[in-house]
C-alpha cells in the first residue's frame, strides 16, 4: 500500500506522506520532531527504529500545522490528535477458509454500529449475530467507519479513509467481529464514501491542495480530483483503500455511497479502475461484493458477462423500490416521490421485473431531465431492493419508521413482495420487528459548525406544510444533542413482546421461504427478459424467467380496496397472502407467488 505507516521486517518503521503542496515535512514522534526525506512527486519518507505498534505519530508540515496521518490505521483520540502505528498482522484470524457467499443467497441487513446495540460497539454488534443468523440474514451492512468528528455520527462526515472510528472499538475488534460473522456463514459489507470528506478534521487542502479540483461542483463543495491536474495518486489512494478493507479487515464486499456525485470526466471513470484492481488482485475463489447507490440510474456500471456474471459491479441499491413502495404504503408525493405518484402500479411492475423504473424517461421531479439508463438487459440480482435504509428514514424530520406511517395490512403484503422477489432484499435494522425508535440525523460537532447544522437542517424543512410554523421546525431534533443519538438506539427488549413477535415471525418465515424456494431458482442462472403487466388500477403481475425450470409470478393487488380479478393459479402456489377465488375480485393487498413450470 503506498500510502500509510508500514512496520518493517527488521522492526523498523515506514512512514511516508504524500504532500506535494509543502516544501518541509517532518515526522513528530512524542515530544521529537525528525526532518523527513523529500522524494519524487511530493512524497516525504523516513524509516524509524524507535516507533513500534502502538506509538503515536503526526506530521508537522512547513514548521507550523501539525496533522495526522491521512491514511493512519486508528486515531485513538480523535482525527485532529495524532495517529497510532498499526500492526495489521497482530490479529490472528480463526476462520481462514472463508471465501464469502454466492450474492444470490444473499439478504442484506443495514445497521449502525452505534445505535444497533446497547453498548454501541463492535462488541455489541457481535452479541446479536446469532439473533441475525436465526433471521436468515446472510449479510450484515456497516454504515461508515472512516475517523469522523466526534462521538456520533452516521459516518458519512469522514475524513481518515483508512481509519474506522474509534468510539466504536479498536481495529483489532472490528476483525474479531468479521472473523465471528464468518464463523457464523455471515458476509460483511461496510458503507465508504468517495464523494467527499466531511467538513471538519480534514487537512488535506493544506499540504495536498491537488486532492480537490475547480472542475467540478459538488453538494458538499469542492470536488475529489479524479480527472485534473496531479490526480494520479489521488486515484491510488481510492483504490488502495477499497483493496486495503478487502484484504486486510476481510470485508465480503463494500458499498459506495452516492456515486453520482463522483465527478470524472477521464477515459477511465474511477469506479471502473476500481472494480477492475479488485478482479485482478483479490483470489478467483472469494466471493467480494461491490454494490452501488447511484441516483443517476446508470446501468453501465452493471453490466454482466454473456453467463450474466458481473464484469464490475455485482449490484445497485435501488432507490425506485423504496419510493414506490412508500408511495403505495403511504401515498406520500412531496419531494421525489412526485415521480411515482402517477400508475405506482405500472411502475412497481416494471422495478420488479426490468430493475429501474425510470430508464430514461423525464422526471418530473427534476424539472422534466431526463434519468435512468435501460436496465431490462440484466438480471434481478443486479438491484438491491428495500423498504426502507438509513437515508429513507433518517432524513425524516422526526426519524419515523415505515411502521409508523402506514397500515400493517399495507406493510405486511409489501414485505413479501420483497422478501420473496428475486432481487436481493435489504432490511433496515430493526426493521424485522418493527422497532418503535425513530431513526434521527445525528452527529457531534461543535462551535458555529454545530449551529449551522441545526439551523440548516430546520431550514430544510420550512417548504413543508407542517413545519412552516417556526414553533414546529423548533421542534426538529437537534442533530448534536446527545439525546437524539440514544433516542435512535434500539431497544432489543421490545422484540419480545407480543406486537413486535408478530413482526419478526413473519420476517423469519418470509426469509426462510425465500431460502428454500427461491434462492435454489436463483443459482440456475437468473436471466433478463422478464415480463409484466397491470391489474386493473392497482394490481400487476411479473414474471421472471428462471433457468430451465419455467417462471416466478408474482400476482398482487396493492391497494385498500378489492381490485381487478383473480387471475387462476397456475402450477405451484409458493405463498398465498389473503386466499382469495379465482375470477373474484382480488382482496386489499393480496399478495401470491407461484412457480409455472417451463411449457
Known sequence: MPFGTRLLDDGRTAFRLWAPGAGRVELELGEQRHAMHPRRDGWFSLIRDDAPAGSRYAFCIDGGLVVPDPASRF?????????????????????????????????????????????????????????????????????????????????????????PDASYGTPHELKRLIDAAHGRGLMVLLDVVYNHFGPDGNYLHAYAPQFFTDRHDTPWGQAINFDDTGCHWVRRFYVHNVLYWLQEFRFDGLRFDAVHAIRDDSSRHILEEIAAAVRHRLPADRHVHLVLENDANQSRFLRRDQAHRPLAYTAQWNDDSHHLFHVLATGES????????????????????????????????????????PSAQLPPTAFVNFLQNHDQVGNRALGERLVALTEADALRALTAILLLSPPPPMLFMGEEWAAPEPFLFFCDFEGELADAVREGRRREFARFPQFSDPQARAQIPDPNAPETFLRSRLDWRTRGRAEHADWLALYRDLIALRHARIVPLLKSVPQPGARFEVLGERGLEVGWPIGDVGELVLIANLATVPGAPLPEASGEVLYERIPGSPMQPMPPWYVRYALREAG
Open 75 to 163: 486515531q485513538p483520540d480523535d482525527v485532529h490528535a495524532p495517529s497510532a502505528v498499526v500492526d495489521p498482522a497482530s490479529y490472528r484470524w480463526q476462520h481462514t477458509d472463508w471465501r464469502g457467499r454466492p450474492w444470490e443467497e444473499a439478504v442484506l441487513y443495514e445497521l449502525h454500529v452505534g445505535t444497533f446495540s446497547e453498548s454501541g460497539t463492535y462488541a455489541g454488534v457481535e452479541a446479536h449475530l446469532d439473533a441475525l443468523v436465526e433471521l436468515g440474514v446472510t449479510a450484515i451492512e456497516l454504515m461508515p467507519l472512516a475517523d469522523f468528528p466526534g462521538e456520533r455520527n452516521w459516518g458519512y462526515d469522514g475524513v481518515l479513509q483508512f481509519a
Open 334 to 373: 412531496g419531494g421525489y416521490y412526485a415521480d411515482y405518484i402517477d400508475q405506482p402500479a405500472r411502475l412497481t411492475a416494471r422495478m420488479l421485473a426490468e430493475g429501474f423504473a425510470y430508464q430514461g424517461e423525464p422526471s418530473p421531479y427534476r424539472d422534466g431531465e431526463r434519468r435512468g439508463e
